[in-house]
T-cell receptor, first 114, second 114 residues
């Protein structure tokens, strides 16, 4: 069965610091990967996704992620974080190509200090 | 355009009561998903609809949980004889197509069972 592991549960950074959040997934055939973000008081929204092609994926608000098949990883990065990036971040993988259901990691809480 | 909406946003139930949670997906979206999110965890898949057909209910934790989407649009998740362990945020998501696709999430219903 597919599974997702996020290594960092709680990350605290100062503004302008660089960010990298780890995500590893278990292998299960064709891989479709996502990063979702949940800002305080808001609903889950898509940051970026990888379906195929260029393994370096760019998303909204300056975020990017790199799919490394050999490492079963899909780490999220941002060169310089802002206070407004304070949120919870979830990595997810498609758990069934038939239905498209998502398997989520347990999430990483990012706190950016101004 | 309107996103996914859910009602009620908050529900408090006494143990043993039945509850019904509603989801209005984005108009025209074929796929609809329900997830359960416990405190401090990532969302976990409950069930999937393709139009009015419930194609996957493997994530429903017990036979007290029942979902329907009779006309292929609005969906209702019903929990009978609620238990304290049912306390969680229940998320609904929809996607335009079937299979791997971007899912758009609603704000969730926070259920508290006393």
């Amino acid at each position: 069965a597919q599974s997702v592991s996020q290594h960092n549960h709680h990350v605290i950074l100062s503004e302008a610091a660089s960010l990298e959040l780890g995500c590893n997934y278990s292998y299960g055939g064709t891989v479709n990967l996502f990063w979702y973000v949940q800002y305080p008081g808001q609903h889950l929204q898509l940051l970026l996704k990888y379906f195929s092609g260029d393994p370096l994926v760019k998303g909204i608000k300056g975020f990017e992620a790199e799919f490394i098949k050999s490492k079963f990883s899909f780490n999220l990065r941002k060169p310089s974080v802002q206070w407004s990036d304070t949120a919870e971040y979830f990595c997810a993988v498609i758990g069934s190509s038939n239905t498209g259901k998502l398997i989520f990691g347990q999430g990483t809480t990012l706190q950016v200090k101004p | 355009g309107a996103g996914v909406s859910q009602s009620p946003r908050y529900k408090v139930a006494k143990r043993g009561q039945d509850v019904a949670l509603r989801c209005d997906p984005i108009s025209g979206h074929v796929s609809l998903f329900w997830y359960q999110q416990a405190l401090g965890q990532g969302p976990e898949f409950l069930t999937y609809f393709q139009n009015e057909a419930q194609l996957d209910k493997s994530g429903l934790p017990s036979d007290r949980f029942f979902a329907e989407r009779p006309e292929g649009s609005v969906s209702t998740l019903k929990i009978q004889r609620t238990q304290q362990e049912d306390s969680a945020v229940y998320l609904c998501a929809s996607s335009l197509g079937t299979g791997p696709d971007t899912q758009y999430f609603g704000p969730g219903t926070r259920l508290t069972v006393l």
